[in-house]
């Protein structure tokens, strides 16, 4: 029977008396929807899982999907590789919700650390419920309303800005307009409201000037980061992590120079987006 322990703070929690190396049984895959609903994230150690199979458990939650910028794996192009060292830093090293420039952003993504380094390279979750749950009555109804405007160039602008990024990604952006998301919005299956900007991908709110979207952009991302919000993932190879990308934010620790981090990556469509 699957066991399933409750991580410390606002969200997580941790899966064991589960192999996914074979498919998924229907109870235990009931159990694990509602679970993810529930913790918001959830973590399995000691996976020894093929691509074959971390593409199929990702695709009893739904279809995947691949990423723009990312290499996949040779003859699993849903399987995106996330590799970095000293030579290939990571270029992402602030909060954000996965793809929140898409037009219904994933449901979530199930990461699997394959060379993981001996020290750092963490990764932190931020819960947007409980985000939500704690600003004042006043803030909540004056975000109300609001819509966000979520960008593909604004979060790789660090990489357009490389010689020869605009031409690497130019088939990228023009496959990835920008979009506009509310700056509340409701997780389909728990009904609680989350705070929905992000640092990465967020350009600006639509209904303020310059100068006051970015006091309130600023002043949300800070407040939907602090500690009591925040749950730190230390890596192990062949541990998992699979988050609820409507309901949480993450960021990599970008700490473990010179060392590789090898993680590999499969994220699956939402078709319940939240309103």
């Known amino acids: 029977m699957i066991t399933i322990c409750k991580e410390n703070g606002a969200l ?12 998924l049984q229907q109870q235990d895959l009931s159990v694990l929807k509602q679970a993810l609903a529930e913790h918001q994230v959830l973590f399995f150690r000691d996976q020894h899982i093929s691509h074959a199979a971390h593409r199929d458990f990702g695709r009893a939650f739904g ?23 000293r030579e290939n830093p990571s270029k992402i090293d602030e909060w954000h919700t996965d793809m929140s420039f898409d037009p219904v952003p994933p449901l979530g993504s199930i990461l699997i650390g394959r060379e993981v380094p001996e020290k750092g390279g963490d990764t932190m979750f931020s819960s947007l419920a409980a985000a939500y749950d704690d600003l004042s009555d006043t803030i909540k109804d004056s975000l109300q309303g609001l819509t966000a405007t979520h960008s593909f160039a604004h979060g790789f602008k660090d990489s357009l800005a490389e010689p020869g990024g605009r031409e690497r990604l130019q088939e990228a952006i023009d496959r990835n307009p920008d979009v506009v998301h509310p700056v509340v919005r409701v997780h389909p299956v728990t009904g609680r409201k989350m705070v929905f900007v992000n640092r990465v991908f967020t350009s600006h709110i639509n209904e303020m000037s310059k100068e006051s979207s970015d006091e309130l952009l600023h002043s949300l991302c800070d407040h939907m980061v602090q500690d009591k919000y925040v749950y730190r993932f230390r890596w192990q190879r062949d541990s998992i992590a699979f988050w ?11 700490d473990y120079w010179p060392a590789l981090r090898r993680m590999e990556r499969v994220t699956i469509n939402d078709t319940q987006g939240p309103c």
């Open 12 to 23: 997580g929690a941790t899966i064991s008396n589960l192999d996914l190396s074979v498919p």
């Open 63 to 85: 279809t995947l999907q691949s990423h723009p910028s990312y290499p996949t794996i040779n003859g699993y192009p849903d399987v995106m590789v996330l590799e970095n060292d």
């Open 244 to 254: 609820d990308n409507r309901a949480v934010m993450h960021v990599p620790v970008n």
